[in-house]
């Protein structure tokens, strides 16, 4: 009591508590489309907390969807970060998914070989047909769990799940805990089509980037505890610490359509507006200001009220 609380809800304290002694983040844009207002509120927030923990920020792109990922929009975000100012650690050296596949194979191998995954030859039509779903999410009822069945063409690969409660600390959720086995069951590391899933690659990532600080949407809260499992089958040590922050959406879906949320930052950068202006923007639209002043990214932490908001 007695203290002003942040409009972003981070809780400081609890990052001073729990902060690694050498905290690593990242930045983790998918070149599936333009940088958007969600993204740079999703940004502020990563440098907002990498300046109050003094956390180096890396920058990756996940674009292990190959069908999905173009190299104009890579380009398109590199510019809009140089514009804004959000500049990372290993900049300019991007860490690129579509260029690790050797070292998921690796370790695709090596869970393999400690019996970790299996070969699943069913569609996702085939698991949303059964009847036990329960919540948003697809249970796989393990069909495939003990088949047998050899890797190949048209089979992906999937985890053998834990039984037991996945815990961590959030800065912006509190405790988080979460059940694998009955949210999602064994979970695809690859795709029938070959390609390494989200969970997989962003996994690995983490673990050989030293990320120990994960800030990012809401939207994956959901699948924190499968990747701490997964951390946790690869060797994983330390549980990250993490802050899953609230979306544009969250705060203004009823007031702005969709699609001019998801309009992207290059088309204001080309219209000469000041980076100062469209970052406001974002903050504001995120909840985080009460006007859309311009804020600029050196200043980001101060956005978020960071020192006097400390309690
Ligand atoms: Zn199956």
Known sequence: M??????ASVHW????????ATPVTRFAP???????????????????????????????FEDHDRQR???????????????????????????????RGERYRQVMGQLRQEGYTYGCSCSRKDVAALEDQVGEELLYPGL?????????????????????????????????EQVPAQQCGDFLLQDNRGN???????????????????????????????????????????TPLFAHH????????????????????????????AAADVLGEALWLGGLLEAPYPVKAHDIAAAFRFPNSFC
């Open 69 to 99: 990922c173009r190299k104009e929009y890579e380009q398109a975000i590199l510019d809009d970060i140089a514009w804004l100012g959000f500049i990372p650690d290993n900049w300019p050296y991007v860490v690129r998914q579509s260029e």
């Open 246 to 273: 609230s979306l544009i959406y969250d705060t203004t879906g009823m007031k702005l359509s969709k699609r001019s949320l998801s309009e992207g930052i290059i088309k204001r950068r080309l219209a000469g507006d």
């Open 30 to 60: 998918s070149p599936t489309g333009y940088l958007h207002m969600g993204h740079l509120l999703s940004m502020a927030y990563v440098f907002a907390i990498a300046d109050v923990a003094g956390a180096k920020v890396l920058l990756r």
């Open 196 to 238: 390494y899933t989200y969970n997989f690659a962003v996994v690995v990532d983490d673990l050989d980037q030293g990320v120990n600080l994960i800030i990012r949407g809401k939207d994956v809260m959901h699948c924190t505890g499968r990747q701490l499992q997964l951390g946790r089958f690869l060797g994983r040590q330390e």
């Open 144 to 176: 495939c769990r003990d088949k047998g069945l050899e890797v190949k063409e048209g089979v992906g690969i999937r985890l053998r799940v834990a039984q037991g409660t996945e815990r961590c600390i959030d800065l912006m959720q509190g405790a988080i």
């Open 13 to 20: 304290q609890r990052l001073k508590a729990a902060c690694p």
């Open 2 to 7: 007695g203290c002003s609380k942040s409009r």
